[in-house]
């Protein structure tokens, strides 16, 4: 059996038979000189002296205390052998205030008169894709059809899935993560991957929410829809984010079941999360607002609070027609996992509401007492860019070829189209520099050419810069395709230093531990995609612009006739591959299978960027949790 004496007395020295048998004459001694006031005036001395408070202070707010109080707070991690606490939640700790700078050099963005005639083809480009992009996301927000919208609001008697944000969140505008995932995968379409997930406020905090779509095959998970989820749960950790989950769902879909049950990543890594983000001091709550069979039913079980709607929610791992089969038994779903049954019998639910709009109040009511503190708001308002951002449609390049200078770009997207450049003149088909989007300090790093041996060795003192000062970076990628190899030792040589300089910066990006932004506006091919924080650096956040192209190489520079002498292949096969590789580079099927956050406009990218910097802001008010362990029901 464990003691129970707390642990930390376990190893202190119990007194000694000296200590407890001391004279009296040795006790006075020492209550002497503990109370003498040459003694008292000394250690108030030592404790108050401006050198003590600024050690003390110094320590306290290191770099190295910093990152190893927050290493420190991961689940299972720690410094030896010692564990300590996770992470909890926001507090109220009064901001710094935000500076910004008249003084920064204002970019000149006017587009040349050289430059028109590229400028109005990526206009034309970009209207076109838009376009494109526009019927997508129509097509999307209809679900599986009018017959199956019918059949959920009218014979189910439920509220739509966007409908339920609106009555849930703060404002109908929210921050939507990879909407058009799902469309056009082998096994069909699944729009939106079966559910809507994304970022919005709630009583003022922003939260990550993930909304089954039950209009898409009853709201069944696809392997799709189980990566959406998991990018979602990821970027609530990254950035301590409350999760809601909105259930409706009738559980995996069987016919896929080795693609979303066995592996590591599959569906059983959403629970595994769960448990994860409840030690970390995340909170989670849920809605059973519709049917919550077999995996779907975990989710509501293992959040910390937990609303289910009378008539309309129900929850068990096998629905009446598995019993029938199983048993015999006739059971109705409201008498096998109804409402009242898990209100009132199993516990399972923590409140019980009459309607959804009761629902999403009760859950508004459990945000207000978690003691999150949303973002404080800016005192004044941000200057806006001096040119218009609809003026970015005509910059997204319709290939590499045609490419305008990044610092067009740049003086449509921060405040006052003010930016203080750094190494102005150095490795220039990189750009690097610090900028404020709608208040947000933001260090910048921009393609404007192929990345050199000058422009990598520059970024990656960039980067590093912004590591040690804690400033968020914002990559805007625009990668050149892959060069030819070299020809002749000159130019192997400066290709060898010119991989030693990306290697340098590959590093300093991937080990950079502030927030990451990363915006495709054009090309991302090849390795010079990962040295500007590609999907697999992890940046915080990333998305593409509907013209981007994503792949190991560029389609538009495969050659479709085979080389004389190097390869006896076929003609018509070269350009079946080359169709294969413009078809695969494009954003929608990049978007299509979670390769990114999703695709927005343009002209919507200040506004999505400054969302970005905000939420990832909320991750400052926070303190230790008491609790390492997660939230363990009944």
């Given at each position: 059996?464990?003691?129970?004496?707390?642990?930390?007395?376990?190893?202190?020295?119990?007194?000694?038979?000296?200590?407890?048998?001391?004279?009296?004459?040795?006790?006075?001694?020492?209550?002497?000189?503990?109370?003498?006031?040459?003694?008292?005036?000394?250690?108030?001395?030592?404790?108050?002296?401006?050198?003590?408070?600024?050690?003390?202070?110094?320590?306290?707010?290191?770099?190295?205390?910093?990152?190893?109080?927050?290493?420190?707070?991961?689940?299972?991690?720690?410094?030896?052998?010692?564990?300590?606490?996770?992470?909890?939640?926001?507090?109220?700790?009064?901001?710094?205030?935000?500076?910004?700078?008249?003084?920064?050099?204002?970019?000149?963005?006017?587009?040349?008169?050289?430059?028109?005639?590229?400028?109005?083809?990526?206009?034309?480009?970009?209207?076109?894709?838009?376009?494109?992009?526009?019927?997508?996301?129509?097509?999307?927000?209809?679900?599986?059809?009018?017959?199956?919208?019918?059949?959920?609001?009218?014979?189910?008697?439920?509220?739509?899935?966007?409908?339920?944000?609106?009555?849930?969140?703060?404002?109908?505008?929210?921050?939507?993560?990879?909407?058009?995932?799902?469309?056009?995968?082998?096994?069909?379409?699944?729009?939106a991957a079966g559910c809507l997930t994304g970022i919005g406020r709630i009583c003022g905090v922003w939260c990550v929410f993930i909304a089954s779509d039950a209009t898409v095959k009853g709201g069944t998970i696809y392997p799709i829809g189980v990566k959406k989820q998991l990018r979602?749960?990821?970027?609530?950790?990254?950035?301590?984010?409350?999760?809601?989950?909105?259930?409706?769902?009738?559980?995996?879909?069987?016919?896929?079941?080795?693609?979303?049950?066995?592996?590591?990543?599959?569906?059983?890594?959403?629970?595994?999360?769960?448990?994860?983000?409840?030690?970390?001091?995340?909170?989670?709550?849920?809605?059973?607002?519709?049917?919550?069979?077999?995996?779907?039913?975990?989710?509501?079980?293992?959040?910390?609070?937990?609303?289910?709607?009378?008539?309309?929610?129900?929850?068990?791992?096998?629905?009446?027609?598995?019993?029938?089969?199983?048993?015999?038994?006739?059971?109705?779903?409201?008498?096998?996992?109804?409402?009242?049954l898990h209100s009132q019998v199993s516990g399972c639910s923590d409140h019980f509401a009459l309607s959804e709009e009761e629902a999403y109040e009760c859950i508004r009511n459990v945000v207000s007492t978690l003691n999150c503190e949303p973002v404080p708001q800016q005192d004044r308002?941000?200057?806006?860019?001096?040119?218009?951002?609809?003026?970015?449609?005509?910059?997204?390049?319709?290939?590499?070829?045609?490419?305008?200078?990044?610092?067009?770009?740049?003086?449509?997207?921060?405040?006052?189209?003010?930016?203080?450049?750094?190494?102005?003149?150095?490795?220039?088909?990189?750009?690097?520099?610090?900028?404020?989007?709608?208040?947000?300090?933001?260090?910048?790093?921009?393609?404007?050419?192929?990345?050199?041996?000058?422009?990598?060795?520059?970024?990656?003192?960039?980067?590093?810069?912004?590591?040690?000062?804690?400033?968020?970076?914002?990559?805007?990628?625009?990668?050149?395709?892959?060069?030819?190899?070299?020809?002749?030792?000159?130019?192997?040589?400066?290709?060898?230093?010119?991989?030693?300089?990306?290697?340098?910066?590959?590093?300093?990006?991937?080990?950079?531990?502030?927030?990451?932004?990363?915006?495709?506006?054009?090309?991302?091919?090849?390795?010079?995609?990962?040295?500007?924080?590609?999907?697999?650096?992890?940046?915080?956040?990333?998305?593409?612009?509907?013209?981007?192209?994503?792949?190991?190489?560029?389609?538009?520079?495969?050659?479709?006739?085979?080389?004389?002498?190097?390869?006896?292949?076929?003609?018509?096969?070269?350009?079946?591959?080359?169709?294969?590789?413009?078809?695969?580079?494009?954003?929608?099927?990049?978007?299509?299978?979670?390769?990114?956050?999703?695709?927005?406009?343009?002209?919507?990218?200040?506004?999505?960027?400054?969302?970005?910097?905000?939420?990832?802001?909320?991750?400052?008010?926070?303190?230790?949790?008491?609790?390492?362990?997660?939230?363990?029901?009944?």
């Amino acid at each position: 059996m464990w003691s129970p004496a707390p642990l930390c007395a376990l190893g202190r020295r119990r007194p000694g038979p000296s200590a407890l048998l001391q004279p009296p004459t040795r006790l006075l001694q020492r209550e002497y000189r503990e109370k003498t006031p040459t003694r008292l005036l000394q250690r108030e001395y030592r404790e108050k002296t401006p050198t003590r408070l600024l050690q003390k202070e110094y320590r306290e707010k290191t770099p190295f205390c910093l990152l190893r109080r927050e290493y420190r707070a991961l689940p299972g991690q720690g410094w030896g052998r010692t564990q300590h606490l996770p992470p909890c939640r926001f507090l109220s700790n009064k901001p710094k205030s935000r500076r910004h700078p008249k003084s920064f050099p204002v970019l000149d963005g006017r587009v040349r008169a050289v430059y028109r005639h590229v400028f109005e083809g990526n206009l034309r480009n970009s209207e076109a894709v838009i376009k494109r992009y526009s019927e997508l996301l129509e097509r999307v927000k209809k679900g599986r059809g009018e017959n199956a919208v019918l059949r959920h609001t009218q014979r189910n008697k439920k509220v739509l899935v966007r409908e339920r944000l609106r009555l849930l969140l703060d404002h109908a505008d929210f921050l939507e993560l990879s909407p058009l995932a799902g469309l056009d995968l082998p096994y069909g379409d699944v729009p939106a991957a079966g559910c809507l997930t994304g970022i919005g406020r709630i009583c003022g905090v922003w939260c990550v929410f993930i909304a089954s779509d039950a209009t898409v095959k009853g709201g069944t998970i696809y392997p799709i829809g189980v990566k959406k989820q998991l990018r979602a749960q990821e970027i609530a950790m990254e950035n301590r984010l409350l999760s809601v989950h909105l259930v409706d769902s009738g559980g995996a879909f069987l016919p896929l079941q080795s693609e979303l049950f066995p592996d590591k990543l599959h569906g059983g890594r959403i629970f595994y999360n769960e448990a994860i983000m409840s030690a970390m001091g995340i909170p989670q709550v849920a809605v059973v607002c519709g049917s919550c069979v077999a995996g779907g039913a975990y989710v509501p079980t293992m959040a910390e609070e937990s609303v289910i709607i009378d008539k309309t929610g129900t929850l068990f791992l096998a629905g009446p027609p598995l019993v029938k089969a199983a048993t015999g038994e006739d059971v109705s779903p409201e008498d096998l996992g109804g409402a009242r049954l898990h209100s009132q019998v199993s516990g399972c639910s923590d409140h019980f509401a009459l309607s959804e709009e009761e629902a999403y109040e009760c859950i508004r009511n459990v945000v207000s007492t978690l003691n999150c503190e949303p973002v404080p708001q800016q005192d004044r308002e941000p200057d806006s860019p001096l040119y218009s951002p609809e003026e970015l449609l005509g910059l997204a390049p319709l290939g590499y070829s045609c490419t305008l200078p990044v610092k067009l770009v740049l003086s449509r997207l921060v405040d006052g189209s003010r930016f203080q450049e750094f190494k102005a003149t150095y490795g220039t088909t990189l750009v690097t520099g610090f900028g404020h989007v709608e208040g947000h300090l933001v260090g910048i790093v921009a393609s404007n050419g192929e990345l050199a041996h000058d422009a990598a060795l520059k970024g990656s003192h960039f980067v590093q810069l912004c590591g040690q000062r804690g400033i968020p970076i914002l990559f805007l990628q625009n990668t050149a395709p892959q060069p030819a190899g070299p020809a002749s030792i000159s130019q192997a040589e400066a290709h060898s230093n010119r991989l030693k300089a990306q290697a340098s910066m590959m590093a300093a990006v991937a080990c950079a531990a502030v927030p990451k932004i990363t915006i495709v506006i054009g090309g991302c091919f090849g390795s010079d995609s990962y040295i500007m924080c590609g999907r697999s650096f992890s940046p915080n956040f990333l998305f593409l612009w509907p013209n981007a192209r994503v792949g190991l190489v560029d389609s538009q520079h495969f050659p479709t006739v085979p080389p004389a002498g190097d390869w006896t292949g076929e003609e018509l096969e070269l350009k079946q591959l080359k169709a294969k590789l413009e078809e695969e580079s494009s954003a929608f099927y990049s978007s299509a299978r979670l390769w990114d956050d999703g695709i927005i406009l343009p002209q919507d990218t200040r506004k999505v960027i400054a969302q970005c910097l905000e939420i990832m802001e909320q991750k400052k008010y926070q303190a230790v949790s008491p609790c390492p362990h997660p939230i363990i029901r009944m």
